[in-house]
């Protein structure tokens, strides 16, 4: 069976510092993954999503940044964390058959002060 | 897709009632749907979907319903349990492109 997997649960990290959230999914090859961040009491927004090794389209402009280095890893990065990131990210895949059924992981929740 | 508001609405039901959550979708394109429930702190989990080419799909307990003459979705759940407090999103997508996430609403049931 297909997991998804995403650390850290908590995160608190100062304004202007780094950040690097991971995803992986076992059990699937070429799934379709998603960055997508929740502010509290709210819908989701869309941030990135790859089909495919080393593809990225970003939704939104912003501080972040996607990458996959592996068919299965799919990391969100920031060089300089603004105050404004804070929210809850999650990460998600599909089947590489489509952006349909999406399989959500539990989330990182990041505060920065 | 529907514009994020700063606050979710909220359905409260008595237990072991109906719960009927609604969404309403702009793009007359949208050809699937689905319904996921988030619980607090948590990722949001799959309920139930549907495609253009059927109005009502029904799984266990919940039943999914689609108006696509008005563009409107219904979740409905049947003798609804504490356990089914949550908040619940709907979600569209056509063609090749991601899912487009509504704002979400709160069922929180009363025992």
């Known amino acids: 069976s297909q997991t998804i997997h995403q650390w850290p649960a908590t995160l608190v990290q100062p304004v202007g510092s780094p950040l690097s959230l991971e995803c992986t999914v076992e059990g699937t090859s070429n799934p379709n993954l998603y960055w997508y961040r929740q502010a509290a009491g709210r819908g989701l927004q869309l941030l990135f999503y790859?089909?495919?090794?080393?593809?990225i389209s970003s939704e939104v402009p912003q501080n972040l940044s996607a990458s996959r280095p592996q068919d299965r890893q799919f990391i969100l990065s920031s060089k300089k964390l603004l105050l404004s990131d804070s929210g809850f990210y999650l990460c998600?895949?599909?089947?590489?058959?489509?952006?349909?059924?999406?399989?959500f992981g539990s989330g990182t929740q990041l505060s920065v002060l | 897709g529907e514009s994020v508001g700063l606050h979710l609405p909220t359905l409260s039901v008595q237990e072991g009632d109906n719960s009927i959550i609604n969404c309403a979708y702009s793009n007359s394109a949208s050809d699937y749907f689905i319904w996921y429930k988030q619980e607090s702190g948590k990722g949001p989990q799959f309920i139930i979907d549907i495609r253009s080419n059927m109005d009502k799909r029904q799984g266990q307990r919940v039943t999914v319903l689609l108006n696509k003459t008005v563009k409107h979705l219904s979740l409905q759940i049947a003798a609804t349990q504490p356990g089914d407090s949550a908040v619940y999103f709907c979600?569209?997508?056509?063609?090749?492109?991601?899912?487009?996430f509504g704002k979400g609403t709160r069922l929180s049931v009363i025992a």
């Open positions: 979600a569209e997508t056509h063609g090749n492109t991601p899912l487009v």
């Open positions: 998600a895949w599909a089947t590489g058959q489509g952006h349909e059924k999406l399989f």
């Open positions: 790859s089909v495919g090794i080393g593809q």
